[in-house]
Structure formats: structure tokens, C-alpha cells
């Protein structure tokens, strides 16, 4: 991969009029996605006494919260941020304050739990995507906006490390329903904020056509099914590491904390990757990038299925890092410029669904596999699929660009 020294820098990235005072409050909001999720589960299963129900009621929020996020996404690109933010905010701090009712009181009905639960991640407000395409707004060329999804990536990768953190903090001192507040009132000053920047006033509601249809989505994603197919290979993998690392570390005689560590090896080299990936100046286009990202991620993972002990696999894990931010920040380049502007938000949305869908198939695969082959071989077959995945980017799209 061929490379020239970057003139933006991310700061000038934080320079552009507007930026960090949007980027911070985004942040804010963003912060929530590390906080409830896990608060949830706690508090419901201090509720209900039962660990099954608590994974329904997780398994609940996930899947509304992946399946649903194209169709918030659309609603964001029909009505602008600020018209679609506020009504999507309301009904999650709704129903997240009537699960912290429900949770508070012992026994709840576990209908009622998996009911709130489903709520609250049907409308939890997409300020990842709304960010991404806000950038796209604010930056003035393709380095720039660059350097700001990497910038991005990095900070929200951050985020989901810190936010468990602190609901550990918090389930030291207090009872799990008190991270709910706390993701809550993160959600709320931070879409608040957001909403009412200035950067937002150049995302304006798309025009409905007459005589359109309302397969405005599937539209959008058949052209970008090419990045979409990657980051799902991308996403896969790291869904499968979580499990494998932990059966690897047991299989050598550490315990979950030796895991967490190669794990944080992992996000580790993601971050410095990120960070790499947008202070340079790339001249191969994007697809191609994407492309021999997700192919060195598949390589590393085949060479941590080689791993003869925990520190081998750290170190393969670090290098497996080096390539998951890049790669899905690619992605999202490929889907802003290959839509049209009123079409960003879905397609950013789109992006992140294949990853986190990616991630869910890759958990569930690999608790399968890991309990009738050998941890090395799971390594490897997560490889190959990502290696696969990484080829669907190659061929350019075959629809041009969206207009509606």
C-alpha cells in the first residue's frame, strides 16, 4: 500500500467551525451505548433472580437496536436530525425510566422487562451515523474527512471500553438500576447539545419525490453491499475472538483475566491503527484499501491459530488490531461517497448494522465450533470467512449514485 505524508492533521480536524463542541456532545450521547446495555442486564437480573430471563431481555435489546438502526437512520435522512433526534430520544428516556420502575421493584413479570427492554432499544437516538454524515458536512476534502471518521472510530472504540468500566464502578457502591440513570442522562445532555449545534444546520431534510417508493433502503444498499459484506466478515471475527481468547486462555491454564488482557491487546492495536490509518494520505482508492485491510485481518487471525501460548496470541492479537479500525473506517468512506448526501445517514447506519450483525453471527458460530474442534482450528475458520469477506468490496458498485 502506497502512502504520501497527510497535510491535515486531527488537529485541524478539531479547528474545522463548530466540530468540537458537536463531536464532544456526540461523544457524550455515545457514551450511553457502553453504559446501559450492560446496566440492563444487570438490573433485570437482579429483578428477576434469573439469568435466562436477563438474556432474553438482552438479546431483546440487541437485536432492536442492530435490525432496527437503518430504519432510524432513514428517519434522520427524511426529517432531518433535529426533527428525528428529539421524538427518538423521548420514547428511549420513556421506556428506559419505566424499566428503572420495573427493575427497582422485585419479581417483575418477565413479559414486562423484555417489553421495556425492546423499547428502549428500538429508539435508541443513531448519533454514530448522524455524527459520521455530519462530518461529512463539515470537512472540506476527502483527507480531512478522513482523518475525522478515524478520529471518530478511535473515540467511539474508547467509549465502549470506559462505559463498562464505569457501570463497574457504579455496581460497587450502588444497585445496577443507577446505570440506567446515568445512561440515560449521558443520552439526553448529549443529543440535547448535539441537536442545537450550528454544524447541523447544513443537514437538511431530503425531499420526498412523488411517485417514489419506500424502498429508499434497499436502494442504498445495494450500493454499498460491497462494504457491507466486509465489515460483516470484520464484524464476524471479532465476535468470534471474544469467546475464542477466553477457551484459549483456559486451555493454557489462565484465567479470564489473562483473557481480558490479550483482548485489550486487541482494542489497543485497533486504536493505534485508527490513528495510523487517518494520518496518512492513501493513494490506492478506498475499495481496494478495504480490501487488503480485511484480507491482512483474515491473515492474522490464521496466524493466531498458530499461537503456541498466551503471549504469542496477544501479540497476534495486536497485529489483528492494527487492521479493525482502518477497515471499518474505509467502509464508511466507500458508503458517504458512493450515496448521495441525503442518503448518508443510512448508509453509515447500514455500515454499522453489518458490523455489529457480523459481530452476533461471529459470538453465536463460535460457541458452536469451540465446543467440537480444537481452539486453533476455530482461529483459523474465523480467518478464512474473513479472508472471504474481504473480497466483496473489489468489484465496484454496479448502480450509480443514490438520488432520490
Not at 502512502?3 to 466540530?19: D, E, G, K
Not at 444487570?42 to 440487541?62: D, E, K, P, W
Not at 431534510?205 to 460491497?226: C, F, S, Y
Not at 479470564?256 to 487517518?278: D, M, P
Amino acid at each position: 500500500m502506497s502512502a504520501t505524508s497527510a497535510r491535515p492533521s486531527y488537529a485541524a480536524v478539531l479547528r474545522i467551525p463548530y466540530a468540537r463542541r458537536t463531536f464532544a456532545t456526540a461523544l457524550l450521547g455515545r457514551l450511553s451505548y457502553g453504559i446501559v446495555p450492560l446496566s440492563v442486564m444487570l438490573a433485570v437480573t437482579r429483578a428477576s433472580g434469573s439469568y435466562a430471563v436477563a438474556g432474553a431481555a438482552m438479546a431483546l435489546f440487541g437485536a432492536t437496536v442492530v435490525l432496527l438502526a437503518p430504519a432510524r437512520a432513514a428517519l434522520i435522512d427524511r426529517y432531518g436530525p433535529r426533527r428525528a433526534l428529539v421524538p427518538l430520544l423521548l420514547a428511549h428516556l420513556t421506556a428506559l425510566g419505566l424499566l428503572t420502575v420495573a427493575v427497582w421493584r422485585p419479581r417483575t413479570p418477565a413479559v414486562v422487562l423484555g417489553s421495556l427492554t425492546l423499547l428502549a432499544g428500538a429508539c435508541v437516538p443513531p448519533l454514530g451515523p448522524t455524527m459520521r454524515a455530519v462530518w461529512s458536512t463539515l470537512a472540506d476534502d476527502r483527507q480531512l474527512l478522513q482523518r475525522a471518521y478515524s478520529l471518530d472510530g478511535v473515540a467511539e472504540e474508547l467509549l465502549f471500553v470506559s462505559g463498562p468500566l464505569l457501570v463497574g464502578v457504579l455496581a460497587g457502591f450502588t444497585v445496577p438500576a443507577v446505570g440506567i440513570v446515568v445512561g440515560a442522562a449521558l443520552m439526553a445532555t448529549g443529543t440535547a447539545g448535539f441537536v442545537t449545534s450550528p454544524a447541523l444546520r447544513g443537514m437538511r431534510p431530503r425531499a420526498r419525490a412523488a411517485g417514489r417508493g419506500t424502498d429508499g433502503g434497499r436502494r442504498v444498499l445495494r450500493r454499498i453491499r460491497g462494504p457491507v459484506g466486509a465489515v460483516a466478515g470484520v464484524g464476524l471475527g471479532l465476535g468470534s475472538l471474544d469467546l475464542l481468547v477466553v477457551v484459549f486462555a483456559g486451555q493454557h491454564g489462565h484465567g479470564a483475566a489473562s483473557a481480558a488482557w490479550v483482548l485489550a491487546a486487541l482494542s489497543a492495536g485497533s486504536a493505534v491503527g485508527g490513528l495510523l490509518n487517518g494520518a496518512v494520505a492513501w493513494r490506492r482508492p478506498a475499495r481496494i484499501r478495504l480490501t487488503l485491510l480485511a484480507f491482512g485481518l483474515g491473515l492474522a487471525l490464521l496466524g493466531a491459530g498458530l499461537a503456541p501460548g498466551l503471549g504469542t496470541l496477544a501479540v497476534a492479537m495486536t497485529v489483528a488490531g492494527v487492521f479493525v479500525a482502518p477497515a471499518i473506517t474505509t467502509a464508511y468512506l466507500i458508503a458517504d461517497e458512493t450515496v448521495a448526501s441525503e442518503a448518508r445517514v443510512r448508509a453509515g447506519a447500514w455500515v454499522n448494522t453489518a458490523t455489529n450483525a457480523g459481530s452476533t453471527v461471529g459470538s453465536a458460530g463460535a460457541g458452536v465450533v469451540a465446543g467440537y474442534l480444537p481452539v486453533g482450528v476455530c482461529f483459523a475458520l474465523t480467518g478464512v470467512v474473513v479472508l472471504v469477506a474481504s473480497f466483496f468490496p473489489a468489484r465496484p458498485p454496479v448502480y450509480g449514485p443514490l438520488s432520490e
